[in-house]
């Protein structure tokens, strides 16, 4: 059920051709701001502006000939549609992206800069769904789920696992927690790890359906969530959340305000452009009551729109 | 007249347990744009957030023990007094920084958080000037200038240096000219690599004292420079103008457009912040009209307030 230690490492192997090494970068005044040695692992400065490159490829590499053949479809209006089309692309694999009408038009030509398909359907889950599956049905494409499909988080967890070959000894990862791939790639990661690194997660307040669910035991999916980390409004699936549950020690769930203070800390401190999403594994670090710890911090991504900052 | 490669690699060896060895960063859409295979320096991830640090340091540490007990002074409105200010504290030497009032309350808070000891003097060069003077007079302090002391050149060297150590196959390296003292540190480390790698600079049109006093054969100052490049306003030095006559390959006027141009793409393909001056680098590749070649491009700094952003 736990994917082993030995598919992190091929996935690491497979993978790193095509993706950067992203640099782990530290601040003085961060650090004193949050009370610990902080050690962040940039993947806003992966390919695409996320960590989601990661996830794509190592699905994309694990399929077979006749599926490379016929490409690969996914719905998402966000940073795994970039992420899909551009790993295709280095793959030489054709990529189906099914957005929403309401997409935003930046967002389109990006995937259609990638080399995406893209199908416009209407804004909701099962026009989503109906619009894949159609594509599934007609080209023979594979389907890739952006965050429950058991290849993606493996392949999210190499970014942790680049990490801890450069600082073994953190004390604990914290990372973002929205449909859970990274979580639950992060939470392999740490578990692998030859020190025992704990891995936390860090959730809005304002859509803390993962956290409910590892309370409740079962997924919930949130109701209408409202918040600035616009990333982390999906919810776990039925692949990562049986890691999550026993390898994620816990998830701390944050403000608004909070998380848009943490993400002005890290532009203004580490002069770097982080997500929101990346922000709440930040101020999740501040909420843990942890200190004087080294503690690994992994910034999910920098796609954000210049015209439109929460400060 | 022109420092050796030996005295280079020694101001490396003092300083570098001072400073970050920075990140260098690549961008396939950013080579795309520029039309050439882009290597960033990352100064901008710098202690206090630019390369001056390197050049403070090194002017420092060759101070004899006596000058050392009895501390330094600047006058500066910019990065340079928090990066003396920092560099001081990091080896236990006081640092009496000249401020003029009109100074932003920002950065004065920065210097003082640093543990710069701050003087206020009317905003005039005199007043600085004077300011300085007694400083040095009454504390017996050594006055070390910004960019125009040779120290101070040589250490702002240190960051082209280790760019060539990873990537010693550049046929150029780029580099904003305001004080002078990063691009004639910059020219010395690719006069001393083993590739023949060329130095350009780039300037803004509305301040291309630089240029002028190129072609001129002496130091020209310039008339009230206009340019969002505020960290480029000034102008070279006797210590740093003929090691940029001697070594330096040219330099490349930008317009004010093509700096904010340039600047935007950095940060939205990057996800990184710079300043108006670093982005000054960038458009001056395309204005060099060189394609198709490896260039290195340092990027000085990050140091920007988000709330007046020039897009």
Same mark, same amino acid.
């Given at each position: 059920?736990?994917?082993?230690?030995?598919? @992190?490492?091929?996935?690491?192997? +497979?993978? +790193?051709?095509?993706?950067?090494?992203?640099?782990?970068?530290?601040?003085?005044? *961060?650090?004193?701001?949050?009370?610990?040695?902080?050690?962040?692992?940039?993947?806003?400065?992966?390919?695409?502006?996320?960590?989601?490159?990661?996830?794509?490829?190592? %699905?994309?590499?694990?399929?077979?000939?006749?599926?490379?053949?016929?490409?690969?479809?996914?719905?998402?209006?966000?940073?795994?549609? +970039?992420? @899909?089309?551009?790993?295709?692309?280095?793959?030489?694999?054709?990529?189906?992206?099914?957005?929403?009408?309401? %997409?935003?038009?930046?967002?389109?030509?990006?995937?259609?800069?990638?080399?995406?398909?893209?199908?416009?359907? %209407?804004?909701?889950?099962?026009?989503?769904?109906?619009?894949? !599956?159609?594509?599934?049905?007609?080209?023979?494409?594979?389907? *890739?789920?952006?965050?429950?499909?058991?290849?993606?988080?493996?392949?999210?967890?190499?970014?942790?696992?680049?990490?801890?070959?450069?600082?073994?000894?953190?004390?604990?990862?914290?990372?973002?927690?929205?449909?859970?791939? @990274?979580?639950?790639?992060?939470?392999?990661?740490?578990?692998?790890?030859?020190?025992? /690194?704990?891995?936390?997660?860090?959730?809005?307040?304002?859509?803390?359906?993962?956290?409910?669910?590892?309370?409740?035991?079962?997924?919930?999916?949130?109701?209408?969530? !409202?918040?600035? %980390?616009?990333?982390?409004?999906?919810?776990?699936?039925?692949?990562?959340?049986?890691?999550?549950?026993?390898?994620?020690?816990?998830?701390?769930? /944050?403000?608004?305000?909070? *998380?848009?203070?943490?993400?002005?800390?890290?532009?203004?401190?580490?002069?770097?452009?982080?997500?929101?999403?990346?922000?709440?594994?930040?101020?999740?670090?501040?909420?843990?009551?942890?200190?004087?710890?080294?503690?690994?911090?992994?910034?999910?991504?920098? !796609?954000?729109?210049? !015209?439109?900052?929460?400060?």
């Amino acid at each position: 059920m736990i994917p082993s230690a030995e598919e @992190l490492k091929l996935a690491h192997e +497979q993978i +790193q051709a095509f993706v950067h090494n992203t640099p782990v970068l530290t601040s003085s005044s *961060i650090n004193k701001l949050y009370g610990n040695d902080l050690f962040f692992k940039c993947e806003n400065f992966q390919k695409m502006g996320a960590f989601k490159m990661r996830g794509a490829l190592n %699905a994309l590499t694990n399929l077979d000939d006749e599926q490379k053949s016929k490409g690969v479809v996914t719905h998402s209006s966000g940073n795994f549609a +970039q992420a @899909l089309s551009l790993a295709a692309k280095s793959l030489g694999i054709k990529a189906y992206i099914v957005m929403p009408e309401s %997409a935003p038009e930046i967002k389109k030509r990006a995937v259609a800069g990638y080399g995406g398909i893209i199908s416009i359907c %209407a804004s909701t889950i099962e026009a989503r769904e109906q619009a894949a !599956n159609h594509i599934v049905k007609n080209q023979g494409a594979t389907f *890739i789920h952006p965050s429950d499909n058991i290849d993606v988080i493996i392949g999210q967890g190499t970014a942790a696992k680049e990490l801890l070959e450069v600082h073994p000894n953190l004390h604990a990862i914290f990372t973002p927690v929205g449909g859970g791939g @990274l979580i639950g790639g992060t939470a392999l990661a740490c578990h692998y790890s030859n020190d025992d /690194v704990l891995c936390f997660g860090g959730e809005p307040k304002n859509a803390d359906d993962a956290k409910r669910s590892l309370e409740a035991g079962h997924i919930i999916k949130p109701e209408s969530p !409202n918040t600035v %980390a616009d990333g982390l409004k999906t919810y776990l699936g039925e692949h990562n959340f049986p890691i999550i549950r026993k390898l994620v020690e816990d998830i701390f769930l /944050v403000e608004e305000t909070e *998380i848009i203070c943490a993400m002005r800390d890290i532009w203004e401190r580490m002069k770097m452009i982080v997500e929101p999403s990346s922000a709440v594994a930040l101020a999740a670090v501040k909420k843990s009551g942890i200190r004087n710890q080294k503690i690994g911090v992994i910034i999910s991504g920098g !796609n954000v729109d210049l !015209n439109t900052l929460p400060f």
